[in-house]
């Protein structure tokens, strides 16, 4: 087989984060400014350098506002991943093929979002009137992501024997992490099994502890050739592998609609990324899996290839999720307890672990599986070092 | 009661919607193969053509997924918090499936069907509602 073009061809060289909190004074541009500058500072790059960005498409701060805030260089690339959150890894493996082919030296991606407060949720905002995939579930109250995701995971249960339980083994995970980490929402504040079950429903058979967080954080990412990223002041984080999947029978966020819902686009993309990669499930270390809602963790241990189909709960069982176990995940706290950036701190945890810096250090891990949602048309990278 | 209404005038779901206004659940059937598809779109994906009629369904269906919604809701459900949603697979196009409702009879709410009796599984038939002067929205009632 011909070799991947990309394939650890190029390096994160440098990361940086605001603030992850509620309610915070800065603007989302601001914020993203402060990600991008902390970035480009941890890479020892000037910002006049930058000639790539990679973003989402649901990005509100626009090129030229980074640019003309910034003082960055003349841009001759930039790109804009979609499908929401299903697009982080996206920005990373876009990023990665302007720099192989020549089109950018030196790309900044990066993800900013202020949700903190409940008006700015997304679904808040619902039409009075809506058309596209939208009018065949909003009019019967089917509105919130948490709603598609209940409806999947009852299924899920039915067809696979799972319980809560499992979930919560998820929920758990994150939140030990989190208390690793003093930057993280939920730093100090622990979560047991007894806490879990006297959470509140949001959409039965999902409760809060199964919903992420909402806050405002930016994030951003430097990247460069890998004969670059030798001069750089950090150890290089090799992007080894890059994919992204959208099935036939693709919703936006479950796939109720297609003949069979639990093939989800998680295989598509993973077939992708292993198809030109050295690592496999077998000889992952370490993974950053998109944590929205916990239902879709149990789904991409089966996506990804860490247990076969409908086994995900037992393979949850027995800290296998957490620190010490088979495959600890989200060692920064992820999406349910660090805070929700689209999964853009699942981006920088994993660099933390392949540099060997993260509160949750997997000794002498090699290799990180980072994702990006599930059941939306997502994208999923592999980190080395 | 600010609503949530579909757009009725979309050239691709236009039929749905009229039919939905005569009191008739239809999907589309390809002209070419006839395979049977919903939520509806202009090509068949199964033989790559356009051209379809829209076919009556029975109208009976089982509850394939359901769950409950409580709040924080947009204010047009939130008093009517719990209440669960369903997707129906067809009896009659398996594995078609509407997400939608349920109702204890045809003019109940939606909240209306005890927790207890929400099954996967559970046999429904269809019920429509007028919503608007273009909107009628198919409503399921159990069946036993």
Redesign the interface.
Known sequence: MEPSIIKDRVAIVGIGETRVGKALQASEQELTCQAIAAALADAGIDPKEVDGLSSFSIETTDEEAVSRNLGLGDLTYFVRSPHGGGGGCATVGYAAMGLVTGQARVTVAWRARKRSKPEQRPWMGTAPRVKDRLMWTNPFGIIRPVDELALFFRRYMHEWGATREHLCNIAMACRAHANRKPESIMYGRTLDRDTYFSGRWICDPLSLYDCCLETDLAQAVVMVSADRAKDCPNKPVYLHSFGQGITIDSGMLGSLFGVNPMHTQGYIAAEMLYRYSDFKASNIDVAQLYDSFTPWVLQQLESYGFCKPGEAGSFSENGTLELGGRLPINTGGGSLSDGYSHGYNHIIEGVKQMRGTSTAQVADAQSCLITSSDGAPTSAIILRN | M??????TD?ED?EGFWKAAKQGRLVVQKCTSCGEAR??PHPYC?KCRKTGHEWIDCSGYGRV???????K???P??EA?T??P???VELEDHP???????LVATPDAD?NSVDQDRVK?GLRVKVVFRD?AEDVA?PYWMPVE
Do not use: Q
């Open positions: 600010a609503e949530v209404l579909p757009k979309d779901t919903f939520p994906g394939w997924t359901y769950a409950f919604v409580y924080p809701m947009l047009a459900f009517y719990p209440f949603i369903v997707y594995p078609l499936r509407l997400a939608g409702n939606i996967i919503r929205l």
